[in-house]
Every structure is written in structure tokens, then in C-alpha cells.
């Protein structure tokens, strides 16, 4: 059980940098991993999700090396992997699970992936159908982990997605560069263009339609080792930016953070509340880049429908937060995809802010909120229900507070941001620090 910090006095300040992205960090490494020479890893996220997918690689017979957040990468070439040992533990990540099904597929052995309990509860089914029709071949139990992949020759052909997915986007295109012929892939709606970016850095041919949906990918590419240097995740970054805008007197700076279009959809969202926004460009690093700077405000309602969800999706909890300050009703839709994550995030996000008394309504899709500036809390002891993001979210909403809580499970943090509380309470005065 860990103690929250509550409401700091004169809010929070500072600069602050995040650590490095976790789509990214996954991406780097599985590039590497498959093309010609050395790829190295600035800013790498040491974080468990992307620590399996490093060792998941490495028990393919690839030669990584870590110090810190900067890794080593010997590229084994598109056909250099080797059969692993046993199952590849996957542990929470989905990323690096959807990603590989799709890397393996075309590989000349077998594979098995295995995860931990959320993860072995979230569809795969998803990645198996789109990937056969291709030409491989993955056994599910039930549609779930464990999953057998019998890697196969595979073939170009067009693909039309069901799920608005990065990872099942990023699984076809991980195939199509091992087919024999040329495919397309349109998504249902754009989503992050991460592996889409860093293929081209590294010498594929991955081009995207005016409709930013639609994708074509030439095959057997010659991919080359190439330094990364990863941007700071924004979905990290997120839960100071959405901090600093509700806790009263806040003001902070979040330094090198990424600013993919893709993903930026939460500072759309605080500008369209009334938020006070402020971003600083820098230098592109092969995805855009700059300083944000968040002040605290009284924030409007906000309706968000299917096409706004994408590149929010990892910040809705954090959507619900800002609502639940926001005098007046919100409504999130079409956000189903959100009952598939780490937890039911619509089930998980509903009970815990109702716990600080926000009325917040659960609908299939989504969730309707019903706003104040001031909560009156009726349990003080929140769960992250092992879900990295509900942990971070309660740790938020208690810096809204002058009532002491506290969160059960505070360990999934790791999943994604291991410092998490050390780099909030870099933001609170000294002799409030708690955390
Ligand atoms: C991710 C894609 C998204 C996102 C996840 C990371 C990625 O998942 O929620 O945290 O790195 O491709 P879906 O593809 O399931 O939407």
C-alpha cells in the first residue's frame, strides 16, 4: 500500500524530462535486431514492457547489449534469428507480443509466446486472422496466449483492418516485409506511424496514402543498423501535463518530449477544455519533438467520438480526470478498445474516480461524466488493478486533493515508467515531498 501525495499548496513546478518512448524503445530494438550492422539506442525506456521484448530477442539469438539507457544492438539481417530455446515470456507487454507474431510469422521455425495474466486475457485473434491471410500460421488457446507461430513463406497482398491498431498494423507491415510480393494495408482509422517511420530510417520502402490510412510495403528490404535516439513518451509526459492543469498554481515543463501527431491527441483535448498550452518545437529526430509547458486552468466539458480515440488512446484515463474537474458534462465514445487494454480501463477508470466521488456513468464504449471542481471522496484506498496507467492516474487525481489516499499495487508502474513517483515529487516543493 503506498501513501499519495495530496494537494501540494502552490501546485507543482518545474522542468522535467520523461523517460524515453515505449512504442519506440519496442520498435528500435526488433529493427535492429533484424537488419545489417550495429544499431544504437539513445534514451532507451528500461521499463519491464520493453526489457521483455529485449529479452525476448536476445533469446532469439540476437547479441544486445545494455548499460543503462543506452543499448547495443548486432543486427542479425531479415533472416538471421534463431529458434529460441523454449517459450519467449512476454511478461504485460501487448506491444512487443502483436509486433513479434508478426515478425515470426515469416520466420523459417517455430515460435511460442507466453504472458502473464492480463496479458494471456487480451486478444490475439486480432493479429492470427489478418496474418494468415497472408500465409501464416499462429495457434491461439482460445483466442489467447499462449500463441504457437509455425513460421511460413509469406505472401503481399491487401489487407483491410478491423481494429483501429497500431500493434496489429505494425504485426502486417512486420510480415510484409518478409512477403513475396508487394502489400496494402488500410487501417479503419490512422493510428501511431512508429514502425512506419522507423522502417524508412532504416532503408525500407513503407509509404503512406494522402489518407494517412493507407499503407503499401515493398518487400525483402536490406534494412540497416541505425542510431535511435527516442523521444520522450508523451503517454508518460501526459500525466504531468494533465497535473499541472488541475492541480491550482501548477506549472510545468515537460522537456524532449515526443510530439507525433499520432500521438498528441491529449494536447488537442486540454487546448479544446480551455487548458493552457504551450509547445516549443525542436529539432526533428526522425519524429517531432519539443518542450511542453503546462499552467494550471479551469477546464470546459469535452465530447470525444470514434476518430478522435486513436490518438488518445492511452490518455483516456487521464480525459476522465480532466472531465471529472470540468464543471459540466463530458462524453467519451467509441472508445471500446479501451475494455481490451491492461485492465477493462472503462470498468477500472469508473471505479476508482468514483471512489473520489466523481459521477462518472460506465456505456459500452465509453464513459459520460458529470464534472465539478470539487470532489468529496467516499473511499480512500484506490487499486491500480495491475494496470501501469490506473496507477499513475490515481497518483494524478490525489494531487488534486487534501484528502490523504492510498493505491494497492503501485508496483505496475514499472511496466512502463519505473521512476515515476521520483520524477513527480521532483515537481513538488521539497518540504512537501512525500511520495
Ligand atoms: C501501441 C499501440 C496501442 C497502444 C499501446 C501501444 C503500440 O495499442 O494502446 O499502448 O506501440 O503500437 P493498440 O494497437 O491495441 O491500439
Not at 420 to 426: A, V, W
Amino acid at each position: 500500500m503506498k501513501k499519495l501525495m495530496s494537494r501540494p499548496t502552490n501546485g507543482l513546478h518545474g522542468c522535467l524530462t520523461v523517460p524515453g518512448d515505449k512504442s519506440i524503445s519496442h520498435r528500435s530494438l526488433m529493427l535492429g535486431a533484424i537488419s545489417h550492422g550495429q544499431t544504437t539506442i539513445q534514451h532507451f525506456l528500461p521499463a519491464e514492457d520493453c526489457l521483455s521484448t529485449l529479452t525476448a530477442l536476445q533469446g532469439l539469438g540476437v547479441d544486445i547489449q545494455r548499460t543503462g539507457t543506452t543499448v547495443q544492438v548486432t543486427g542479425q539481417g531479415l533472416h538471421g534469428l534463431r529458434p529460441a530455446s523454449g517459450p519467449l515470456q512476454m511478461g504485460n507487454a501487448g506491444t512487443a507480443t502483436r509486433l513479434l507474431a508478426g515478425l515470426l510469422a515469416g520466420q523459417p521455425f517455430d515460435s511460442t509466446l507466453i504472458g502473464d495474466a492480463s496479458l494471456s486475457q487480451r486478444p490475439m485473434e486480432r493479429v492470427r486472422q489478418p496474418l494468415q491471410l497472408m500465409g501464416a500460421e499462429l495457434e491461439l488457446t482460445a483466442g489467447h496466449l499462449p500463441m504457437s507461430i509455425h513460421g511460413r513463406n509469406l505472401h503481399g497482398r491487401r489487407s483491410q483492418m478491423a481494429v483501429a491498431s497500431a500493434q496489429v498494423k505494425s504485426a502486417l507491415i512486420l510480415a510484409a516485409i518478409q512477403a513475396d510480393a508487394p502489400s496494402t494495408i488500410v487501417e479503419k482509422l490512422p493510428t501511431r506511424d512508429h514502425t512506419e517511420r522507423l522502417l524508412t530510417a532504416f532503408g525500407a520502402e513503407v509509404a503512406t496514402a494522402a489518407d494517412q490510412r493507407t499503407i503499401t510495403v515493398q518487400p525483402q528490404p536490406q534494412l540497416i543498423g541505425q542510431p535511435v535516439d527516442v523521444p520522450g513518451d508523451f503517454s508518460s509526459a501526459a500525466f504531468f501535463m494533465t497535473a499541472a492543469s488541475i492541480v491550482p498554481g501548477s506549472r510545468v515543463t515537460l522537456q524532449r518530449v515526443g510530439l507525433n501527431p499520432t500521438r498528441t491527441g491529449l494536447l488537442r483535448v486540454l487546448q479544446r477544455m480551455g487548458g493552457q498550452v504551450q509547445i516549443d518545437r525542436l529539432a526533428n529526430v526522425g519524429e517531432p519533438l519539443g518542450n511542453v509547458t503546462v499552467t494550471a486552468a479551469n477546464l470546459r466539458p469535452i465530447t470525444l467520438t470514434a476518430a478522435d480515440i486513436p490518438a488518445v488512446i492511452d490518455e483516456l484515463p487521464l480525459v476522465a480526470l480532466l472531465a471529472a474537474t470540468a464543471d459540466g458534462i463530458s462524453r467519451i465514445s467509441g472508445a471500446g478498445e479501451l475494455r481490451v487494454k491492461e485492465t477493462d480501463r472503462i470498468a477500472t477508470i469508473c471505479s476508482e474516480l468514483r471512489k473520489l466521488g466523481v459521477a462518472i456513468d460506465e456505456q459500452p464504449d465509453g464513459f459520460v461524466i458529470d464534472g465539478r471542481p470539487a470532489w468529496q471522496v467516499k473511499d480512500s484506498k484506490l487499486v491500480s488493478h495491475g494496470d501501469h496507467r490506473i496507477g499513475m492516474m490515481a497518483a494524478v487525481a490525489a494531487l488534486r486533493l487534501t484528502t490523504p489516499l492510498e493505491l494497492t499495487g503501485a508496483a505496475a508502474i514499472d511496466i512502463s515508467y519505473p521512476t515515476f513517483f521520483e520524477d513527480l515529487s521532483r515537481l513538488l516543493p521539497k518540504t512537501e515531498v512525500r511520495v
